[in-house]
């Protein structure tokens, strides 16, 4: 009886791999598929004479500061050096801002706020998760951008309409904020209560204990929230083109100055169904991919030795 159990049990964790090995199988493809398409047509610019108006320079494209040279629209000289420079500079710049807030943030539901409070700020935190894209980008345009404005003129700066640097920041940040908050509240509940007792029991005071125990022994936890608000960051498009004011060159690093990214760039011609200028925003997005991935190879290098620091 007990040999024949043991055989349904095996028969049933026999399966159970299977069908994880299908799910994992079409989980993957879809990057997969998602990679070759876009891959496809955005080498096709680079390898075809685009009806006649010649291959893109692929050096060019990599590094050049202007979008679009020549004197009319059907060039191929399309440089996206800058904008890989830009959209690094303001995700990480959007980092910086939301960052410090939503570990904070995540401390204070965690330890210090009292339970219904904590339940009800960890509700917010979920419904800021969840809104929109194009809602975050709306809220930019009509509330941020007018400050914004009114910001640059009391310095004497100038900013049109405050579309640029600043706002894709503070876009870029209040979308990151969730990700960050929930994701630290996470690794800093799951801290040893021992080692805070610990650091009570030689006379730490609760502050202290906070900052210097919990926080550091749920740094790797708290560092997995900043790259997968990096990765947000570098892969948002609407809000993002909403605020940027569409720069045609670069690199730009004023607060003020008008901005673009990869991902606007790319929705920019979308609106085209063929041809070269539609074609290259594929190659764009070939680009982000890359810088995407990456990123998140530095980032993940930089975790590892991180979480290998013991507290």
């Not at 959007?94 to 960052?99: A, G, R, T």
């Not at 892969?235 to 607060?255: H, I, K, M, Q, Y």
Request: proline share 4%.
């Amino acid at each position: 009886m007990a040999h024949k159990n043991t055989y349904s049990l095996s028969k049933i964790d026999s399966l159970t791999t299977r069908v994880l090995w299908i799910f994992g199988i079409v989980s993957a493809s879809f990057i997969v598929l998602i990679s070759l398409f876009i891959t496809v047509r955005g080498v096709r610019p680079f390898i075809t004479d685009n009806n006649g108006l010649g291959n893109v320079d692929l050096w060019r494209f990599l590094t050049d500061t202007v979008w679009l040279r020549g004197p009319t629209f059907v060039s191929t000289a399309y440089g996206a050096g800058f904008l890989i420079i830009q959209t690094l500079y303001l995700a990480f710049l959007s980092l910086l801002l939301s960052f410090p807030i939503g570990v904070l943030t995540a401390l204070f539901i965690a330890k210090i706020a009292p339970k219904p409070m904590a339940a009800m700020m960890r509700g917010v935190v979920e419904l800021m998760a969840s809104i929109p894209s194009i809602v975050f980008g709306l809220v930019g345009v009509g509330f941020f951008l007018p400050m914004i404005y009114n910001l640059a003129r009391s310095l004497g700066q100038q900013s049109p309409g405050g579309n640029g640097t600043l706002g894709i920041v503070i876009v870029l940040a209040m979308m990151s904020l969730p990700t960050i908050t929930a994701i630290s509240e996470v690794s800093i509940r799951a801290v040893d209560q021992s080692l805070e007792h610990a650091s009570l029991a030689l006379g730490a005071s609760p502050t202290q204990t906070r900052f210097k125990i919990t926080l550091l022994a749920a740094k790797s936890g708290i560092f997995s929230g900043a790259i997968l608000a990096i990765g947000r960051a570098l892969g948002e498009a609407t809000a993002v083109s909403l605020v940027a004011g569409n720069a045609r060159s670069g690199p730009n690093f004023g607060l003020f100055s008008i901005n673009s990214t990869l991902t606007s760039t790319m929705l920019e011609g979308l609106k085209e169904t063929t041809g070269i200028d539609y074609d290259i925003r594929f190659s764009v997005g070939v680009l982000l991919m890359i810088v995407i991935l990456l990123t998140n190879l530095i980032l993940n290098t930089i975790k590892k030795k991180v979480g290998n620091v013991h507290v």
